[in-house]
Structures are given as C-alpha cells and as structure tokens.
Nanobody, 116 residues
C-alpha cells in the first residue's frame, strides 16, 4: 500500500503563488503517472495536472500557463508550482499516483484558498 503525503497548501491573495509537494511512501513497485486533482465545494473532483514517469505533462485548460508540475522519480515526489492564483483556484488539492500494477492512490488533500 502506497501512502501519499501532501504539503504546501494555505491562504494566498489573488495573483500570488503557492507550491504543493507530495511524497509517496517506499514501494517496490514502480510509480507511473503522478498528478494533482482538486475539488471545490459543490463541484466534482477535476484533474489539474499530471506528469508521466518520462516527464510528459498534461494540464487543465484553466491552469495552463500558470501552473507547472515536476517530479523526482528517484524520490517518488511530485510538485505543483501555482502562480498567478485566482479565487477560482480555491479548492482542496489531492495528490494522485498510479503504480505499475494499475493501483490508484490518493493523498489526504490540502486546502488552497485564494482571496480576492
């Protein structure tokens, strides 16, 4: 069982920046895609950004040009750099990872609040 531990959420003013980090516990299985999802009150969980083990990235249209995602395969960590934050980015952000068996893992979530 892989555990994902997130850090870096908080309160920031519009136009500000935050960096989220996520670390996967030690596992003998290869971690494939890692990424971030978010869920705002009353809305469904949505993809924010994902990065493959080879470094291929995909972003939600709403964050393109503002957010970047990176990972360290040796440490099984993934980070999300969020710039030019908007009130609409307010949500609980969840780290996600898949391993080579196809098992899917979620972090506990970290709150990001952007004030206007």
């Amino acid at each position: 069982q892989v555990q994902l531990v997130e850090s870096g959420g908080g309160l920031v003013q519009a136009g500000g920046s935050l960096r989220l980090s996520c670390a996967a516990s030690r596992t003998s299985f290869t971690i494939k895609d890692m990424g971030w999802y978010r869920q705002a009150p009353g809305k469904q969980r949505e993809l924010v950004a994902v990065i493959s083990r080879g470094g291929v990235t995909n972003f939600a249209d709403s964050v393109k040009g503002r957010f970047t995602i990176s990972r360290d395969n040796a440490k099984n960590t993934v980070s999300l750099q969020m710039n030019s934050l908007e009130p609409e980015d307010t949500a609980v952000y969840y780290c996600n990872a898949h391993d080579e068996r196809g098992f899917n893992y979620w972090g506990q979530g970290t709150q990001v609040t952007v004030s206007s």
